[in-house]
């Protein structure tokens, strides 16, 4: 059975950074894409960046982030992560990990992950 495990969450200030770590057992990462996701109150869950799988040579993020975040993943530890720099109070949400094993390239679309992680809180205050 897969587990994802968010860590690195909490309450920073508008300019401040975070890093986010996704950690993953029961399944080899290095071979699926992965994304983070993130949904605040009363909206739905929206893409944020994705990780190719095999090596993770390719990227893409969402407008809303892209030039702030940088996603990467380290496969000798079997984790991902999602450094944000530069965060807004918009960026105020929980952040999800996710895993996709069918082999999609970079996929964006919730429904196209199997396994999810159970989420971190980021805060951004202004």
């Known amino acids: 059975q897969v587990q994802l495990v968010e860590s690195g969450g909490g309450l920073v200030q508008a300019g401040g950074s975070l890093r986010l770590s996704c950690a993953a057992s029961?399944?080899?990462?290095?071979?699926?894409?992965m994304g983070w996701f993130r949904q605040a109150p009363r909206k739905e869950r929206e893409f944020v960046a994705v990780?190719?799988?095999?090596?993770?040579?390719?990227?893409y993020y969402a407008d809303s982030v892209k030039g702030r975040v940088t996603i990467s993943r380290d496969n000798a530890k079997n984790t991902v992560y999602l450094q944000m720099n530069s965060l807004k109070p918009d960026d105020t949400a929980v952040y999800y990990c996710?895993?996709?094993?069918?082999?999609?390239?970079?996929?964006?679309?919730?429904?196209?992950?199997?396994?999810w992680g159970q989420g971190t809180q980021v805060t951004v205050s202004s």
């Open positions: 996710a895993l996709d094993t069918s082999g999609s390239y970079l996929p964006r679309g919730t429904t196209e992950y199997d396994y």
């Open positions: 029961g399944r080899t990462l290095s071979t699926y894409a």
């Open positions: 990780i190719s799988g095999w090596g993770g040579a390719r990227t």
